[in-house]
């Protein structure tokens, strides 16, 4: 999703793009067009990628919290992405560097708010989280060890066009165009959702703009909390059907509140999120049930949604 996006505005922008999944692109000829099928598992892969890159934006990862839990393998795979990038920007002098994190890695504690500073290895929720934490280790070590240029940008529930998993937005837009309910877990959680294009700004800001973030650390947010509560019964208002919502306790490995403070990304590079989350969450709604065919991708019986 934020691939997709990210890759749309860097061409819109000139920029020469080389695209890696390991899938084609569903959305966009042109992203498709730009974009290798490469599995970043596997080192030897990248060796079919281009050696004159000035910039790397590491975006891939298994994002699911909860898939996780059940499956931690999935977190060293996390790790093997990371470093084998890292060892291909370090072997092909990579100028610049920019590894995406998450909200998760402030943990789960008693503040709601959290700066850049607040990160706590000893309060890991989740082998997602470690996995997030442990990147951000190594892209810091590579900094020190070998003089690379990084940037880290911590994300906060992105949502928006282009999503097919089983994320809570989708999951609760295509539940409610099926007629069916809304499980929150979290009768008290309450998240930083931002919408896609004011992730892809801050990013934008943060490539054009490396000079002054230069191995810096950005939270990329909305910087307002929204309740889930308050999202279930927006996707509700907002489709044709009426679902109940019900409420189950947090599941393991969740964070339960979480905003982010963006003073720095506001300073630095005059970053301003555009999109109040009620005029996010209705472009986003709008744009599905203008999309049944991806409504239909959507598992809507499920109600394992990841925030």
């Known amino acids: 999703m934020i691939g997709t996006a990210l890759v749309e505005r860097l061409l819109s922008e000139e920029y020469d793009v080389c695209g890696v999944d390991i899938v084609s692109n569903p959305w966009s000829e042109e992203v498709d067009d730009a974009t290798q099928l490469i599995d970043l598992r596997e080192e030897r892969a990248l060796e079919r990628l281009p050696s004159d890159v000035d910039s790397i934006v590491h975006l891939g990862a298994h994002a699911r919290v909860h898939r996780l839990v059940e499956r931690p393998e999935l977190a060293m795979e996390n790790m093997a992405m990371t470093f084998n990038l890292l060892e291909f920007a370090r072997t ?11 909200r998760e890695v402030y943990g789960n504690t008693s503040q709601v708010v959290y700066d850049e500073s607040a990160t706590f290895a000893d309060t890991s929720e989740s ?26 940008v911590r994300f906060s529930n992105v949502y928006g066009r282009y999503d097919t998993a089983d994320r809570v937005v989708p999951l609760f ?38 000079h002054k973030v230069k191995n810096m650390t950005l939270n990329i947010a909305s910087g307002q909390g929204t309740s889930l509560i308050e999202l279930a019964r927006r996707v509700n208002e907002l489709t044709p059907h009426d679902s109940a919502i019900t409420v189950e306790s947090t599941r393991t490995g969740e964070v339960s509140q979480y905003v982010a403070d963006i003073e720095r990304a506001k300073r630095i590079l005059e970053y301003e999120p555009e999109f109040r989350f009620c005029d996010g969450i209705e472009k986003t709604v709008s744009w599905y049930l203008e999309h049944p065919s991806v409504l239909d991708q959507i598992p809507a019986g499920s109600t394992d949604a990841d925030p």
């Open 92 to 102: 092909n002098d990579v100028s610049h560097f920019l590894f995406a994190s998450s």
């Open 127 to 152: 082998p997602y989280t470690a996995s997030k934490i442990g990147g951000e280790s190594m892209v810091t070590a590579y900094n020190q060890c070998y003089d690379m240029t990084t940037m880290i």
């Open 173 to 210: 837009i295509a539940r409610c165009d099926n007629a069916l309910d809304l499980t929150v877990y979290g009768a008290n959680k309450v998240l930083d959702f931002t919408y896609i294009d004011d992730c892809v700004d801050g990013l934008y800001k943060m490539i054009d703009q490396h």
